[in-house]
């Protein structure tokens, strides 16, 4: 039986994890704080999609076993540094932001990553409970020379649609860009990802994130084919009923991604060069609006 490690029991590690654990796969769902990694293994990870409710029962353990097939790295991307990596099997990071795949390189070798993103939307109601608000696609590619067969058998036996991808840094300046746009604004604004749509006031600060993050790809030699303003718009409209990370973590008082997405936008654009006023405005007010959290409720 394949053996699959994910590392961050947020909404999307227990959909994946949840999910492998269904199909039959030997999943192990990994937890840095062993009481919660208690309370997972005896409730399992319960999955609800609009009209099912599954319960899975993957393993769940501060610990990773030995001999993974596939290790699939979903913790914040604070947390990339300080993971306890096993040895030998690729690593697949499906994080947000910008950044992991080189920490993970430099940690692990660059042979072993594979990188990229995934369009799955979900969000974590309780702890190990989880709603899956949209299907979508997770598109990765070997950093440098990974083989990628395993990981891409792994997902489609799970059910999910896995597309390989030549060129995986574009896969993370894809999902980058909806990242800096869709984060940043729902968690300021307090609503839903479909919420970003429903005025123009919403909709012109929309355009003008997704641009800017745009230009900053650019620079980095990252073209994309599509209109990015209006794929960012049509994932709002099918995800409309999400919460993003970043405003799950903003409500339950957590730190956020900011750093590692607008804040490592921003660090790449100024290299080049570059002003993203629109971006500088809301990574300054996400993160004045962790640090007054810190302030006020110590």
């Known amino acids: 039986m394949p ?8 909404a999307l590690g227990c959909l994946f994890a949840g999910r492998f654990a269904l199909a039959g796969i030997d999943a ?42 596939l290790i699939l790295v979903l913790t914040k991307s604070y947390s990339t540094v300080q993971l ?24 692990c070798g660059s042979h072993r990553v594979l990188a990229g993103a995934t369009s799955e939307a979900a969000t974590l109601l309780t702890p190990g409970r989880v709603r899956h608000a949209a299907r979508g696609t997770t598109t990765f590619g070997a950093w440098d020379g990974c083989n990628t067969q395993t990981a891409v058998t792994l997902f489609q036996q799970a059910g999910f649609e896995a597309v390989l991808t030549d060129n995986p840094r574009k896969a993370l300046w894809w999902k980058a860009v909806i990242s800096a746009t869709v984060n940043p604004l729902t968690a300021l604004l307090n609503v839903p990802n479909g919420g970003l749509l429903d005025t123009s006031e919403t909709r012109s600060m929309l355009r003008g994130l997704v641009n800017e993050a745009v230009r900053a790809a650019h620079a980095e030699g990252i073209q994309f084919e599509e209109s990015m303003v209006e794929m960012v718009e049509n994932i ?7 919460i993003s990370s970043m ?4 409500r339950n008082g957590k730190p956020t991604e900011i750093e590692a997405i607008s804040g490592e936008i921003l660090r790449r654009a100024g290299t080049a060069g570059l002003r993203l006023p629109k971006t500088e405005v809301v990574y300054r007010l996400v993160s004045a609006m962790e640090a007054l959290h810190t302030c006020y409720n110590p």
């Open 247 to 250: 405003l799950q973590d903003i």
């Open 28 to 69: 192990w769902l990994l937890d840095y704080d062993p009481y919660r990694a208690a309370q997972l293994q005896s409730q399992g990870i319960i999955i609800e999609e609009e009209h099912a409710r599954k319960v899975a029962l993957p393993k769940v353990s501060v610990l990773p076993p030995t001999a993974p097939d």
């Open 84 to 107: 306890c990596l096993p040895l030998n099997a690729p690593v697949l990071t499906l994080q947000n932001g910008l950044g992991n795949a080189e920490i993970l390189a430099a940690r």
């Open 236 to 242: 709002c409209l099918t995800t409309r009923t999400n």
């Open 3 to 10: 053996r699959v490690v994910i590392f961050g029991p947020g």
